[in-house]
């Protein structure tokens, strides 16, 4: 899909171990695949369906995510920060598309 | 039309309305956002409602505590998203004069101020022009590109990235000289009850604020918040799109989006809320 | 239009005295749902805090969290909604803690459930009902 755009907010330095709070936000219609146009047909469903967070390619968060969540998902969770690095962040969406931002955190 | 007027009819719907919840108290709470744009959310009314709202209260005072939180950070504010998407237009060459807004404009920044006293008598044409006439004006006139839909989605992105820009200043805009005619009209149609339901704006903003109509918390009805985030159409609603629905819902055939109707009541209702705040884009139900 | 003043008036009336939905009753399918999850396993209580508002204003866009301290992976559950699979949370080894905030879109007013799996492998679970309203022009 054309005109995705992931926004996050990442603290931009960190004390080592500390914890920080991530929050991400993406426009995407979420379409849930049960509305019905003005014709009665059933709109597809089209939706991020996974969204996962790694800090230098380990694990933060991974989401299944799953209709009844709502248009322009936001997520809101905690990281660990053992060192300076890159969070990565991938919404998957239904049609194939993979939507990425990375932030990049110091460590003082 | 309607035949007749059975009495009992105003009296029952008036009743049902006030049947709701019992009045419910604005939230006593303060709105800064970002950690530093204090909103003014109550103020003194402005003299010309001549004592009909004891002081005027925005509506971010008539939303529960979680919808009123998602306004406090741009982050949190899926606004946000429709605003980045106008910066990036904004600075996009369109049309045959091979020109952006920001050839002319600059930064957005530029415009603070703007929105605050909109809608606004044009100098060079003497109408009264609300902020989508000034955008499609610049658009033909000087950009050489297609106008945009009043209610578009770029037009109402675009709207927002304007009025984000003014927030924190007070919504201000003129009642007299030339523009006594259209706040007259506004004013007129503000007051009128309309459709089947014979409503008027009055009936739940100016008499009802505060009370719950089934579950809907009635605000003073100000429009310094739009284009609003509504939750429920998880995207950006303009003034005129708002207007055109209260009106449908009184089972009315409401004024078209960009009608003058609608503009001269935009330029009322902006007097109304005078000294608020803008918001725009605010969250709201 | 076949709607007479009256019989609007008689609709009014009935709707006045409710102000919000009866709840929506739970599809069976989460209970399934559910077990899917936990293998069949027993549920305890205790240690899992769900957050949700009492009353949404709008059931487009519910804001919702949940925090387990010690879970592997929260699974969240709408009752009421058409399929009941809100989404599901694993925590990786660098989530500082076990926890989530989100929003959900809510068919009308019901039980939001939450389940977590402990690293332990048991499983603990907390509900709230949210109401959602509906208002009072167009909704």
Not at chain 2, 59 to 77: K, L, Y
Request: with cysteine; net charge negative.
């Amino acid at each position: 899909m054309a005109d995705v755009k992931p926004r996050v907010r990442v603290p931009k330095t960190a004390s080592a171990g500390e914890a920080i709070t991530i929050k991400t936000l993406i426009n995407h219609q979420m379409e849930s695949g049960v509305r019905k146009d003005k014709d009665g047909n059933l709109i597809p469903r089209q939706i991020i369906n996974r969204f996962v967070c790694t800090f230098n390619g380990e694990t933060v968060l991974d989401v299944a995510v799953e209709p009844a969540v709502s248009t322009n998902p936001y997520f809101e969770f905690q990281a660990l920060v053992p060192e300076t690095g890159e969070f990565t962040f991938q919404w998957f969406d239904d049609d194939g598309s993979i939507y990425e931002t990375t932030a990049a955190i110091e460590v003082s | 039309m309607t035949k007749e007027l059975p009495i009992g009819g105003i009296a029952a719907i008036t009743a049902i309305a006030l049947a709701g919840l019992a009045m419910a108290e604005p939230e006593d709470d303060t709105l800064v956002v970002n950690e530093e744009i204090e909103m003014v959310t109550r103020t003194a009314a402005p003299d010309h409602l001549e004592g009909a709202l004891p002081e005027i209260i925005s509506g971010w005072h008539f939303r529960t505590s979680e919808t009123r939180d998602i306004q406090r950070d741009d982050f949190d504010n899926p606004a946000s998203l429709f605003v980045e998407q106008a910066v990036e237009v904004w600075n996009t060459v369109d049309g045959s004069a091979s020109e952006s807004c920001s050839s002319c404009h600059d930064d957005p920044q530029s415009l603070r101020g703007f929105w605050a006293s909109q809608p606004k008598i044009n100098e060079e044409t003497g109408e009264l022009w609300a902020a989508e006439q000034y955008v499609n004006n610049c658009r033909e006139n000087r950009m050489g590109a297609d106008a945009w839909g009043w209610n578009s989605q770029t037009m109402r992105n675009m709207t927002a990235l304007i009025a984000s820009v003014s927030r924190g200043l007070p919504m201000s805009v003129p009642t007299d000289g030339d523009y006594a005619e259209h706040w007259e009209n506004g004013k007129e149609i503000y007051y009128t009850r309309y459709g089947q339901l014979e409503l008027a704006c009055s009936n739940c903003h100016e008499d009802n604020w505060g009370n719950n109509i089934r579950a809907d918390h009635l605000s003073q009805g100000h429009i310094n918040g739009f284009p609003t985030y509504r939750l429920k159409d998880a995207n950006l609603v303009s003034r005129h799109n708002r207007f055109k629905g209260c009106i449908r819902d009184t089972r009315a055939e409401p004024y078209a989006i960009g009608s003058q109707e609608f503009i001269d009541l935009e330029l009322y209702l902006a007097s109304r809320g005078n000294g608020l705040s803008v918001e725009g884009p605010a969250v709201r139900n | 239009m076949e709607l007479t003043r009256r019989g609007f008036m008689a609709l009014g009336a009935g709707a006045a005295a409710l102000v919000l939905l009866p709840i929506r009753p739970a599809h069976a399918s989460v209970e399934d749902a559910i077990a899917e999850f936990t293998g069949g396993a027993e549920i305890g209580e205790g240690g899992i805090t769900l957050t949700t508002p009492e009353i949404a204003e709008n059931g487009n866009t519910v804001p919702v969290s949940v925090d387990a301290p010690g879970a592997v992976a929260i699974v969240m559950f709408a009752a009421g909604n058409p399929s009941p699979d809100v989404g599901t949370f694993t925590f990786g080894p660098l989530a500082a803690s076990q926890s989530a905030s989100t929003r959900i879109r809510l068919a009308g007013t019901q039980e939001v459930i939450a389940v977590a799996k402990m690293a332990d492998g048991s499983f603990v679970r907390a509900a709230n009902t949210v109401k959602v309203t509906i208002g009072g022009c167009g909704g």
